[in-house]
């Protein structure tokens, strides 16, 4: 570019400066998106004969499978049915996500949802799920886990944590008393579940949700059991209250119907408080 006195000055584009930088700093979002979603990824890790069998094209041989979503769901399976020596660890679905990060002191261990089959029916899965599974995660935590397993025959039972304050009803001094159960099934279970069912608009939401919703568009027998409680943390009492619904699969599942008090103080503690005035 040349001046009124003939002066040669080098072109100068603020505008182009701008725009590689804008490229830069896209590429390098792109990049950071990128590896986050691969760290969000739901990986499942098998045991060795279980991950040959799959890798072979076999899926796992299911009749029935049990997820127990929350911590009394997961803590009535660990006492009532997981305390005997008739399981097997065979695999785990490992979650990372946002609330698994910021919880400090946190293992792989208790961020993981552990999957156990019976020595005595190797057709029976149970996973009990205690960590949080966020809402892009819910559909590929379910997908992944029911590609392992085959469909034909198979019985899906899932028992789920909520709070009273959730319920709805239309008259709350004349509703049953904490805790409670309420069913929620699909189109292809032919039983009758133990409690009755989940009145509307009452909803179920997370995993429970995107298990029952898969199970629907499949064709999968299957039935959500969720249990309304007015404690916050694992109890006891709200445990127990999910002993008819795995009383009702017969000799698929053994249940201790009275665990040893050492077991049930195992799992029944007081939950960590994140936030508090007082202390």
Known sequence: MATFFGEVLSVYSRAVEEDE??????????QIRRELEEKRTVQLQWSPNVSESLKSGNKFQCSDFILAVGHNAAGFLSAYVL?????DAVGRALVWNERSRTVTGRTSEESACVFYR???KPSVLVCGVTCYVAED?????????????????????????SSVADYKTADYLSSSSAPFLRSLHTSAFSHQPVCQSLEQPNIVTGLPAAVLNHCQVHRIAAVVYQCYSDVIGPDSVTMETYKPALTKLGSSIQLD?????DVLRKFVRTTDIQSNLYI
Do not use: G, H, I, Y
Request: with cysteine; hydrophobic share 30%.
């Open 137 to 161: 995660q819910l559909f590929q935590w379910t997908e992944k886990v029911f590609e392992c397993l085959q469909s034909r025959e198979l019985s899906v039972t899932v028992l789920s944590d």
């Open 21 to 30: 930088e804008d490229l830069e700093e896209n590429e390098e979002d792109e």
């Open 257 to 261: 119907s009275s665990p040893n008090t």
């Open 83 to 87: 305390a005997s020596a008739n399981w």
């Open 118 to 120: 019976c020595k005595d």
